[in-house]
């Protein structure tokens, strides 16, 4: 189920101790084909994405992901190869990003736009990166941090790409399998 419920809680960042995992679903169906979620920490995290539909970038939360539980932030197949996640942790602070800049806002909102978001009465947030490979579903595993420096990925440039196959890069930290 999905929910937006308001936010006005920021966390402070911890990302470098956070791992984010990603996993392709095989999918038989295509009504089963989604973007999902799944928050496998002790903790209640807020997500927001962001995505680029035709030839606009988008961004858009909040989702309320309760504790070791999953929602689907987009229903359908995938059109873009590319997806940007920021969430926040609720009740422990911190956050997993990255450095891929794009517009947020306290509150449920859908922006069009990435550029100005500060002139425009937004706030700038650092999303990481998923690349789905051209997949038609796609799940994120939020997990709790880790000890295993291995698994970091390197860090890239510091805006979404302006066309499909350019990558933005990870947050050192973050992990994409």
Known sequence: ????DRISLRAPGWFGRCCVAAA?????????????????????VGVSIGYKDHETWSTEGWWNVASNSCETLLRGPLSARFYYVYAIDYDRGGEWNGKAYMCT?????????????????????????????????????????????AAAAPSGATTPPATAGARAGLESGTAVR
């Open 105 to 149: 806002r306290d509150k449920e909102f859908t922006i069009k736009g990435i550029e100005d978001c500060l002139a425009r009465g937004y706030e700038r947030s650092g999303f990481f990166e998923i690349d789905t490979g051209e997949q038609k579903s796609w799940t994120v595993q939020l997990t709790e941090p880790t000890a295993n420096p």
């Open 24 to 44: 392709a679903l095989s999918v038989a169906s295509p009504a089963l084909a989604d973007f999902r979620l799944c928050n496998k920490t002790d903790s209640r």
């Open 1 to 4: 189920m999905l929910i937006r």
